[in-house]
Each structure stands twice: as structure tokens, then as C-alpha cells.
């Protein structure tokens, strides 16, 4: 078997490729694995390293080249050394360096059932996210839906929506509203119809006879929601319809995507040229 080109990092002891009886195949790179081992983590590997065994010659190694031709050989590599790790600490400060890989990692640990890998995946994420403020909410809820961790993306967005009700930190409920700008629809949407199933039993506990339930009672005006939206739209590009942090990001962003003929003011387009002078 030829050599891999690919680090075997995963591996406890680089010597243990030596004894690998099986290799996964991701496009020209083959990594060394055990099956027992990954039969242990896995139901769907145990079942797949059987099925290639019966069909194909006992003494020579079994090669699986699916479902891993979908992810790259770097993101195989990361769940490889989840599935190694005997270490709770290690397994830890491996899920915190993965980076960018660990959505397509968990997405593959579905993929092949590895129950074990994905428990310690969701408990990563939900204490990386421990604060109670909303952005750090609202990141937990991005990362647990791109890693498909739907247990704890419910979890999230219920906490997440009780957030929005609970009065202090973070400015006031226009403020905190911003930080879900990344959210997409869905969440919004689920987020939004948690805060107005509160509101309504909010309203059915105290509400008075011949008084305005208590949280329409207290809504902001039509003048300070109109107040918000001038804001917010001072911050929009017009072309994406993406409103930003501030108007320096948003000026950042009209310079870097080629959009400052869309902002029709005079006095935003002296801003971005400004800001591409350094100034």
C-alpha cells in the first residue's frame, strides 16, 4: 500500500500505521485506520467495514471511499482523532482547533452514527456559548445548526428568546435585536413565535379586567420603532440590504464589494473614499 500524503496526527502513536488493517480514500490521499476500533464509534462503519471484508479478499486491507468522498481529507483526518482520543481533555482541545472543520466533522460523525463523538461535540459548543448574553446565544445557535445538533439548537433558541424577555444587559430590546442579524429565518422565526407565546401567557396570568394586557401595555411607540428603522437603514447597503454594526463597517463594506454606487448620498460616498484614503 502506498504511502499517505496526509499527516497521521489522529493516530496516538504514529507506529500504530503500521498495524492498520483498513484505509479510508479521499481522492489521492489514503488514511490508515483500525476497524475494530472505528467499529467501536461507529454503527455505520462497523456495517460498512463487515459488508467490504465478506465481499472482497480477508487478507488484504479494506478501503472505504464512501461517504468520506464529500468532505476533505483534513476534516476526515479531524473526526479520525476524535474517534482515537481516550482523553476527555485532549478530545476538548482538539474540538477548540479544528477551526472552521468542525461543522463538516460533525456533519460526517451524523453520517456515520458516532453517538460518542457527537455528545462530546454539543457539550463543547454549549460551554464555549455558556455566557447568557445574546450574541454569544445567538453564535451557539449558528454553530449548533451548521453542526446539526438539533437538541441542543431548541435549547438554544429557547434560551434565547427567554434572553430577549429578561430586562438588563446588553442596551435595550432594539439593541440586542441586532446581534441576530446572522441568524437565518428559520431561527428568527422560531425565536419570534417563543417570545410571542410568552408574551400571550405573560398577558393571561396578569392581565385585569378593563386594562391592556400588560405587554401591550408597555410596547414601544410607532415613533421610536420608526426612530430604529432610520437608523438601521443609515447602516444598510443598499445592493446586499445588509444592515452593519456601525457605519464604518458599513463603509468598509461599500469599498471592499464595489458597491458605493448604490449608496446614492454624496455624503456616504465622501465617507468611503475618505476611508479608502486612510483619512
Known amino acids: 500500500m502506498a504511502d499517505t500524503p496526509y499527516p497521521t496526527f489522529y493516530l496516538p502513536d504514529p507506529?500504530?500505521?503500521?498495524?492498520?488493517?483498513?484505509?479510508?480514500?479521499?481522492?489521492?490521499?489514503?488514511?490508515?485506520?483500525?476497524?475494530?476500533?472505528?467499529s467501536l464509534q461507529s454503527a455505520v462503519l462497523r456495517e460498512l467495514f463487515?459488508?467490504?471484508?465478506?465481499?472482497?479478499?480477508?487478507?488484504?486491507?479494506?478501503?472505504?471511499?464512501?461517504p468520506f468522498s464529500a468532505y476533505a481529507a483534513a476534516e476526515v483526518a479531524w473526526f479520525l482523532r476524535l474517534a482515537y482520543s481516550l482523553d476527555e481533555a485532549q478530545a476538548e482541545h482538539d474540538l477548540q482547533s479544528m477551526g472552521g472543520c468542525l461543522p463538516a466533522v460533525l456533519r460526517l460523525a451524523h453520517a456515520l452514527d458516532a453517538p460518542r463523538l457527537?455528545?462530546?461535540?454539543?457539550k463543547h459548543i454549549a460551554d464555549r456559548c455558556s455566557s447568557d448574553s445574546v450574541p454569544a446565544v445567538a453564535e451557539c445557535i449558528r454553530l449548533a445548526e451548521a453542526c446539526q445538533l438539533d437538541s441542543l439548537y431548541t435549547k438554544c433558541v429557547v434560551r434565547l428568546a427567554a434572553r430577549l424577555c429578561t430586562p438588563?444587559?446588553?442596551?435595550?430590546?432594539?439593541?440586542?435585536?441586532?446581534?441576530?442579524?446572522?441568524?437565518?429565518?428559520?431561527?428568527?422565526?422560531?425565536?419570534?413565535?417563543?417570545?410571542a407565546e410568552a408574551a400571550k401567557r405573560t398577558c393571561t396570568v396578569y392581565r385585569h379586567p378593563n386594562q391592556s394586557p400588560l405587554v401591550v401595555a408597555?410596547?414601544?411607540?410607532?415613533?421610536?420603532?420608526?426612530?430604529?428603522?432610520?437608523?438601521?437603514?443609515?447602516?444598510?447597503?443598499?445592493?446586499c440590504g445588509?444592515?452593519?454594526?456601525?457605519?464604518?463597517?458599513?463603509?468598509?463594506?461599500?469599498?471592499?464589494?464595489?458597491?458605493?454606487?448604490?449608496?446614492?448620498?454624496?455624503?456616504?460616498?465622501?465617507?468611503?473614499v475618505l476611508l479608502g484614503r486612510g483619512v
Do not use: K, W, Y
Not at 54 to 65: A, C, K, T
Not at 118 to 122: H, N
Open 15 to 38: 507506529s500504530l500505521a503500521d498495524l492498520a488493517d483498513a484505509f479510508i480514500a479521499i481522492g489521492d490521499v489514503e488514511l490508515p485506520v483500525h476497524s475494530q476500533l472505528l
Open 50 to 66: 463487515r459488508g467490504e471484508r465478506e465481499r472482497g479478499n480477508q487478507r488484504e486491507p479494506v478501503i472505504l471511499r464512501e
Open 118 to 122: 457527537l455528545r462530546r461535540a454539543e
Open 168 to 195: 438588563g444587559g446588553g442596551g435595550d430590546g432594539f439593541a440586542q435585536a441586532a446581534a441576530l442579524a446572522g441568524l437565518g429565518q428559520g431561527t428568527l422565526l422560531l425565536t419570534l413565535g417563543a417570545v
Open 218 to 239: 408597555h410596547m414601544p411607540s410607532e415613533q421610536q420603532v420608526a426612530a430604529v428603522q432610520a437608523f438601521d437603514d443609515r447602516r444598510r447597503c443598499r445592493r
Open 242 to 272: 445588509v444592515a452593519f454594526p456601525s457605519r464604518t463597517r458599513l463603509f468598509e463594506h461599500l469599498r471592499a464589494a464595489g458597491h458605493e454606487a448604490d449608496q446614492a448620498s454624496p455624503a456616504v460616498l465622501d465617507a468611503v
